[in-house]
């Protein structure tokens, strides 16, 4: 997408939103003008606003559906917007917080009130747990039933509603693939709480055990709809990100091809696209090489692209420690570093330094024994990548090469990893730190990995 173009969707999202936000001041009570405005505030990654939206709209109007599924599937990827809690300033933080409350939400409130890097993805997940089991007993019969029967009787204006309430009692296949859409959801935050961020991934036995009983769950849960198979597909890729079990790579793809065979090619695509469900899924080359088969990129991994890939991951997660830090965030409240942060920043250390060493690694053998390193040192920060491809001639003939948007997709990986770096001027970390991310980022603009060879780390 070239800068025009991009400047031209931006002006086109501005216009949308304020079109949307003057529609809802006009009809508050409206769900299509809810759901719209919400939506293009999630495109935004503005989140903690498109949580208010959806909250304000099920304080209202208790009896919808949508809405309550869309504040348990945002509640759910919290994961990929922790960092925008520090961006919306201390008033919205405040006005979220009470409708989280208003929901009997009381540490997700406090949470997103005074925000911990420690228990802030866990607090939310458990919200979003909340929500979804609220969610399946609202789609139960009984509830459903005495919906509808209190439209039917009732003359409040807030009750009139019988055609919509009759969609969840109907004995129908739409009824019964929503209920079964939701069991699957559930599942996905389930396994989430497993590891919240920023924990470390890994595979001890009481989670191996865990995640078994989960997969029984996933394979043995109804519904063959697409929803259906879409949600099977982000239980199997969070659990290959949790564990990096080659079969759940296998089954997620699985699931993904059932979606997309059964509903709409084009809304699942861009959807598996965007999933923050799917993050690690997409970086394997089964993936991409499926999405190759579709026509929607590359099935290449280039080791550049690899080292990119993973720095990129690197750069966020550390956007994300740095803007919830007290000095980001503007409060007075945390401690210096725990236990925790001090073993992250240690990791991160070791991360950086193993990927400068794998960059001028002199053998085929020698790379691939650092790439194994490297992928256990990105579980360790919650970042879940494969083994990398081997630095060999080949390797460091196309690493001379431009990158493909090198003004978009490099610049962006440099940018965030030069912010990143940023994160020492709050808390005291090594010194090094920062020069060690500049000079990755160096390298990532495309230096030749020779020039590494007598500088390595």
Not at 362 to 385: F, I, M, N, T
Request: glycine residues 4%.
């Amino acid at each position: 997408m070239t800068t025009a173009e991009r400047r031209a969707e931006e002006d086109f999202t501005k216009a949308a939103e304020l079109q949307f936000r003057r529609a809802s001041a006009l009809v508050p009570d409206n769900l299509a003008v809810a759901l719209r405005l919400g939506a293009i505030l999630e495109r935004e990654n503005r989140y903690v606003e498109a949580l208010v939206v959806y909250l304000g709209f099920k304080r209202r109007w208790k009896r919808v559906f949508e809405v309550r599924y869309r504040i348990a599937a945002t509640l759910a990827m919290s994961e990929s917007w922790l960092a925008s809690v520090a961006l919306n300033g201390v008033d919205d933080r405040h006005r979220l917080a009470r409708l989280l409350e208003g929901q009997g939400y009381d540490t997700a409130a406090t949470a997103i009130e005074e925000p911990d890097i420690s228990t802030l993805n866990d607090a939310l997940l458990a919200a979003a747990k909340l929500e979804w089991s609220e969610l399946a007993r609202y789609l139960g019969a009984c509830w459903s039933t005495r919906r509808f029967l209190g439209s039917v009787v009732r003359r409040k204006a807030e009750w009139n509603d019988a055609s919509y309430q009759r969609r969840f009692v109907r004995l129908d296949r739409a009824r019964f693939e929503r209920v079964h859409a939701v069991a699957i959801a559930r599942l996905v935050t389930d396994i989430q709480l497993l590891t919240p961020w920023p924990r470390p991934f890994g595979a001890t036995g009481d989670r191996l055990n865990e995640c078994a009983s989960i997969r029984g769950l996933v394979d043995a849960a109804a519904g063959s709809s697409a929803i259906c198979a879409y949600n099977r597909a982000c239980c199997y890729a969070r659990l290959y990100e949790l564990t990096g079990a080659d079969d759940d790579v296998a089954s997620a793809i699985a699931h993904l091809q059932d979606a997309v065979r059964t509903g709409s090619a084009a809304r699942w695509i861009t959807s598996i696209a965007k999933d923050p469900d799917l993050v690690a899924l997409r970086r394997t080359q089964r993936f991409r090489q499926w999405w190759e088969d579709l026509n929607q990129g590359s099935g290449t991994v280039t080791a550049k692209l690899w080292a990119i890939e993973l720095a990129q991951a690197l750069a966020d997660r550390w956007n994300t420690v740095y803007a919830l830090t007290p000095r980001a965030l503007g409060t007075a409240n945390g401690a210096a570093q725990s236990d925790s942060d001090q073993s992250a920043a240690v990791n991160d250390d070791a991360c950086f330094t193993t990927l400068r060493q794998w960059i001028a690694s002199d053998s085929v053998e020698h790379s691939a024994q650092l790439g194994v390193e490297l992928a256990s040192l990105g579980a360790a920060l919650h970042v879940r990548v494969p083994l990398p491809p081997p630095i060999d001639e080949e390797s460091r003939t196309k690493w001379k090469q431009p990158t493909a948007n090198p003004a978009g997709r490099m610049q962006n990986v440099v940018d965030r990893l030069e912010v990143a770096s940023q994160f020492q001027e709050v808390e005291p970390l090594p010194g090094e730190r920062r020069e060690r991310w500049l000079r990755t980022a160096e390298l990532l603009r495309g230096e030749p990995p020779e020039a590494l060879i007598t500088d390595r780390v």
